[in-house]
């Protein structure tokens, strides 16, 4: 059985904030929230890439005669500049955190807990960050976005020429 019943969502009583501080908030936690959706999909595109150049290393590796030897030089290179726009976006795996400064991701998750777990509006100090993260999160995409829609296609294409299988390569994030 399904029943309706309308309800009205009220503010707590107890809290004062006004209507269009919360929309505020809202909107910057949002804002956060699809920063942090589309890095995550650019680090995923990044794995896919670096997966399948490991796969091509390795088979080379077995067959080292039969192609030539610029070949595994551009699959560590790639592999390199994957990894390195990946240490811009996050944290590499078994890194303390103590030891080196926090991610782009990181410090997107940082600001949208510290604006959403209170029903207010964001600080000035937080708005500040938020712009200075904005501009971090543009050049992130454009790394990522840079590598899939041009460098990822020059390798396919020596690949090609060297009889390697070519990369299944995502499509560039549109945010």
């Not at 390195?84 to 890194?95: A, C, F």
Request: include cysteine.
């Amino acid at each position: 059985q399904a029943f309706k019943e309308e309800l009205t969502v009220r503010v707590d009583p107890t809290v004062d904030v006004s209507e269009g501080d919360l929309k505020t908030q809202h909107q910057y936690a949002s804002d956060l929230c699809f920063m942090q959706s589309h890095v995550n999909d650019g680090l995923r595109a990044l794995d896919t890439v670096l997966e399948q150049l490991k796969e091509r290393k390795n088979t080379i590796l077995k067959q080292p005669a039969q192609f030539p030897e610029e070949v595994m030089e551009i699959i560590e290179n790639h592999i390199k500049e994957i990894q390195k726009i990946q240490d811009v976006l996050s944290r590499p795996e078994g890194v303390p955190f103590w030891s080196e400064g926090p991610r782009l991701i990181e410090r997107l998750s940082d600001l949208f807990q510290s604006i959403d777990s209170v029903n207010k509006a964001p600080t000035t100090m937080q708005m500040g960050y938020f712009n200075e993260l904005q501009q971090k999160f543009g050049e992130g995409m454009g790394l990522i976005n840079k590598y899939l829609g041009e460098k990822a296609k020059q390798v396919n294409k020596i690949f090609s020429e060297n009889s390697v299988p070519t990369l299944l390569i995502p499509e560039v994030i549109k945010y």
